[in-house]
C-alpha cells in the first residue's frame, strides 16, 4: 500500500532526484527545498536512458536534471526524528517504488517517506518538501458528503460508504491500491463518469499544503459556495504540480438498489454511436456505463486472460451498465431498449447480467490487457486494440509489440497526436500530462493557455520543487 | 434585452466610473484600460451615501473611488467607429442600466456598449476593457454539447434543445433574461443542480478575453480533457474580475418524458429533512428538486402575490420535482413515496400534479416575494422569510422592512454571518460576493484562501480593471 500511497501522492515525485555538482548547487542543504537524491542511481539509469533517448529526439526524453540537493546523513536525521519508523532507506523497498506499473519510467529516489498527519507533510515540505493519512473525518448521512484524509484507499472509503446506503462517484479499475488525493490529483475518471460526472463537480472542498509548507485550508462540506474564487479546481488535476493534497471532502450518491450489465455486439462503429444515442433516450436516468472493446481487444482478452467471448463474433462491442432504485423499473426499461435495438437491427446479439459475479464477469471482458503482453516471449509481433468509454468520448488505444521498439513508437505518437489535435481532441483525457506527455501539451492547448498555466504554476511554486518534470513542457523551468 | 446582457456580462461593472482630480489620473486617456466615467452620478448619489453608510460603519458601503479615467468626446468617437449604432449614451437607457433588480446598488456609468462579436470585445478591452452576442455555434446530438456565444438567453438555449430533446443542466427564475455567460461567470445554482450538478462539472469550455485584450481559446468539448490545469474553472464563478466569457461550451441532459411536482406540508423542519433522506432513496435517479417555504413565506404569498395554499396550513411546505423516462415508473416510485411519507407521518398533507399548469401553479409557491414588497407602503413593519434549496443545502432568508432601515440592517447581517461563519456556512452561497459582500469574505474563506485570490487577480488582472470594486476586499487593491 506504501508504494501506491507514495504515487498517488506525488512524493515520488516531490522526492524526484538529480545528481549536481557542487557549483550548480544553487539550494542549500538546510534550506525548505532541499530534495531526496541519489546521484547512483541517476548515473547508472537516467543518463543511459537519456543517451539513448536523445538519439531517438523523442519528446518523451528523461528531463534535463535540476540543480537540486542531495540528500545528506542530517537530512536523513532530521525525517527520522520526525518520522521514526517511517524513513525508508532499504534498497528492494525503494527499487519497488522507484518504477511505475508498466515499467516505462524509472525514478532515482533514495527515500520514502510515510507521513501520517496535515502537520506532518507541511513539516516535510517546510524542510524540503510530501502523506500514510487514510483516516475518514466524517459522513453526514443527510447530504451524503464525506471528508477524508487524502491517504484513503478509494476501495476502503466504498466499503465504508456502501454500509451507509452510499457509493463513491468514481469507480476505477485500480480502486484497491489508488488513493483519493491522487485521484483528485490526477482529476481521475473512471466507469461512473457518463452517471456521476467529473471529480471537478463532485470535490466539494480541498486541504492542501502549498510549496512553502503553509496549510490551505478550501476544506469545505458545501455544494453551493460562491464566497470568492474556487481555489481548489486550480489542485484537481494539476498532478501535484501546485500543492500537496492532504484531505477532501466529496458528494456520494445513494447506492442503487438494482444494478444490470449487457454485453452486445454490432456489425458498425456508426451503428454503436446509434445504439448508445438509443439507450441514452431510452434508459435514461439509469444508465451509468456505455463501454466498448473491438474484436482485436477480444481476440487478446481470448488469447492472454482466457477470457471467452460471451456472444457471437462481432466487429464492435458494446457494455452497457445501468444502476436505479427499482429492480422492476430498470429491468423493464433494459428490456425495452434491448427489443428496439435488436428490432431496428442496431445490434446483432447479446446477454444480460443481474447477479454479481456476472456483472463482474462482464465487466473484465473490458480490462485493457495490461503491459503483461509486451513483454510476453514469441507471441505476434504486434497488435492494435481499440477500448474504452464511449460514453464519455473517451477511447484507448493500445498498441503492443513484443519487445521495446522505439521506431515504431516514434511513427505511432506523432501521428496520433496529430490526428487527435485535427479534430480539437485531447491527447489526455484521462491520465494526465506526466513526464512522458508534458512537452506534448501544445497538440491540446493553445500557447497561450499554456502560459497561463506557466504563470499560475510559479505563483504558487516560484522554486519548482513539486513534482518536477511533470505536466508543464520543458521550458518553463 | 440589452441591459440584462449588459449585466450578466459585468459590462456595467467595466464601465463603472470614478471621479478623479487631475493629478490622480494614473491611467492616461489614450491607455488600454481607459474606463467610461460620469462624475456628476457620483457627486450626486454616490458621495452621499457614503456618507450616510459611513455612519453606519457598514463593511459594504459604496467603495472608495480608484483612480480611472473619465469618458472623454474621443473615447466615445472611437466606440462609435468600432460599435456603430451600439454605442449607447441615451440618458433614459443609461439610467435604467445603471441600477439592479432589487434598486439597492446604483452605478453611474455614462455609456453603454453592445459588441456583437468576440474581435469586438477584444478590441474594446484593448481601448479600456467588455458583450450582443448570442448565437448558437454548435450541438452535438450524440453527446448532447451545445457550443454557444456567452450572450445567449437561457431560456433562448432551452427551447432550441427542447426540439432537440434536450435541455439544459441549469434552470433560474431569471432564465427569461439572463445570459449563459453571466450564469457562468456567477456560476449559478438553480433549480436542477440537485440533480445534474454544478457548473463546475457541465461546463465543459470558456472562450474568455483576458484584461489585456488577448483572447484565451478554452472552448473544448471533451467531457474528459486533463492537458495541463483546467484554466476555465478560473473564470467560473469569478464574477467578470478575472476575465469576460465570450462563448461555453456545456454538456446537456436528455429531456425527461416525464415531471411531476408535489407540494407536502410538515410539522417541525427535523421531519423536513427526514422527507428529504427519505425521497433519496426513494426517489432515486428520478429526484430532480427538494425546495422548501415557511408559514410565513406562504403568508406573504397569500397576501401580496394572491398565491392560495394548495393544502391546509402548516409550519412548513415542501416542493419535490421528479423527472424521469418513463411516466408509469415515476408515478409508481412517487406515489410509493408518498405513501411511506405519510403512513410514515413524516408530511401531514400533500398534493401531486403532473400537468404542466398546475406544475407552474406548484412551482409558483416556491418563488421569493421580491422587492416589491419592500417598498409597499402601509404594510406591516417587519417579516422574516425562509425559503430554498434543502436539496443543495442552501436556504434563503428574506427581511422585509416598509422602508429602508439602516439599524435594522445593521442588526441583521453581522449576526447572521458570524452564525453562518460558526457553523462553516458559506455567507453567498448562490449569487457571488458581489459589490455588497466583497468585504465579509473573512467569514466564509481563511485569510490565506483570501491572499491567494489576491495573487490570482493580480496575475490575470494587474491594473484590477475589470469589474473593480467587486468580490475581493477593499484592502486588495
Chains 1, 2 share one sequence.
Not at 534535463?64 to 540537493?69: D, L, M, V
Not at 472542498?205 to 479546481?233: F, H, I, M, P
Not at 443481474?354 to 473490458?366: C, D, F, V, Y
Request: aromatic share 6%; hydrophobic share 35%; charged share 20%.
Amino acid at each position: 500500500m506504501a508504494k501506491i500511497f507514495q504515487r498517488a501522492f506525488g512524493l515520488k515525485s516531490v522526492l524526484r532526484c538529480t545528481k549536481v555538482s557542487a557549483a550548480r548547487k544553487l539550494i542549500p542543504l538546510d534550506s525548505p527545498s532541499i530534495l531526496a537524491t541519489n546521484h547512483f542511481y541517476l548515473s547508472k539509469n537516467c543518463t543511459r536512458t537519456l543517451a539513448t533517448d536523445t538519439a531517438e529526439k523523442s519528446k518523451s526524453l528523461p528531463p534535463e536534471r535540476r540543480p537540486f540537493s542531495r540528500v545528506t546523513k542530517e537530512d536523513l536525521n532530521y525525517f527520522q526524528s520526525i518520522l521514526p519508523g517511517r524513513t525508508i532507506t532499504d534498497p528492494d523497498l525503494l527499487e519497488s517504488n522507484n518504477v511505475d506499473w508498466l515499467k516505462s519510467v524509472r525514478g532515482s529516489s533514495e527515500v520514502l517517506l510515510r507521513p501520517q498527519t496535515t502537520a506532518e507533510v507541511s513539516q516535510i515540505l517546510r524542510y524540503c518538501n510530501s502523506p500514510l493519512m487514510n483516516n475518514v473525518l466524517g459522513f453526514d448521512t443527510v447530504s451524503g458528503i464525506l471528508t477524508c484524509q487524502a491517504g484513503c484507499v478509494l476501495e476502503n472509503l466504498s466499503l465504508y460508504l456502501e454500509e451507509k446506503d452510499y457509493i463513491m462517484p468514481l469507480d476505477l479499475g485500480a480502486k484497491g491500491s489508488c488513493h483519493i488525493g491522487g485521484n483528485v490529483a490526477t482529476n481521475a475518471g473512471g466507469l461512473r463518469l457518463l452517471r456521476y460526472g467529473s471529480l471537478r463537480g463532485t470535490v466539494l472542498g480541498l486541504e492542501v499544503v502549498l510549496a512553502d509548507g503553509r496549510v490551505l485550508d478550501c476544506l469545505s462540506t458545501l455544494r453551493k459556495d460562491n464566497t470568492g474564487y474556487d481555489l481548489k479546481q486550480l489542485f484537481i488535476g494539476s498532478e501535484g504540480t501546485l500543492g500537496v493534497i492532504t484531505a477532501v471532502s466529496v458528494l456520494c450518491p445513494r447506492k442503487p438498489k438494482s444494478v444490470n450489465v449487457v454485453f452486445l455486439g454490432c456489425e458498425t462503429f456508426e451503428q454503436l454511436l446509434k445504439t448508445f444515442q438509443l439507450c441514452r433516450g431510452m434508459l435514461g436516468e439509469i444508465l451509468s456505463a456505455f463501454e466498448f472493446l473491438d474484436s482485436e481487444c477480444m481476440r487478446l482478452l481470448n488469447t492472454h486472460l482466457k477470457l471467452s467471448n460471451p456472444i457471437s463474433d462481432c466487429p464492435f462491442y458494446i457494455v452497457i451498465e445501468t444502476a436505479g432504485s427499482d429492480p422492476n423499473h430498470d429491468s423493464e426499461k433494459l428490456h425495452n431498449f434491448l427489443d428496439e435495438a435488436m428490432n431496428t437491427s442496431l445490434v446483432t446479439d447479446g446477454t444480460v447480467a443481474t447477479e454479481e459475479s456476472k456483472i463482474k464477469a462482464l465487466w473484465s471482458m473490458h480490462l485493457p490487457a495490461g503491459p503483461g503482453h509486451e513483454a510476453a516471449p514469441g507471441q505476434r509481433a504486434r497488435s492494435v486494440v481499440g477500448y474504452g468509454h464511449v460514453g464519455d468520448g473517451n477511447l484507448h488505444l493500445n498498441i503492443t509489440s513484443p519487445a521495446k521498439n522505439p521506431a515504431l513508437l516514434a511513427a505511432i505518437e506523432p501521428f496520433v497526436y496529430e490526428w487527435t489535435a485535427q479534430r480539437r481532441g485531447s491527447i489526455s483525457a484521462e491520465h494526465g500530462l506526466g513526464l512522458k506527455k508534458r512537452n506534448y501539451i501544445y497538440y491540446s492547448k493553445p500557447s497561450r493557455a499554456v502560459s497561463l498555466m506557466g504563470d499560475v504554476k510559479h505563483m504558487l511554486d516560484p522554486k519548482g520543487i513539486l513534482n518536477p518534470y511533470k505536466t508543464l513542457p520543458d521550458h518553463f523551468r
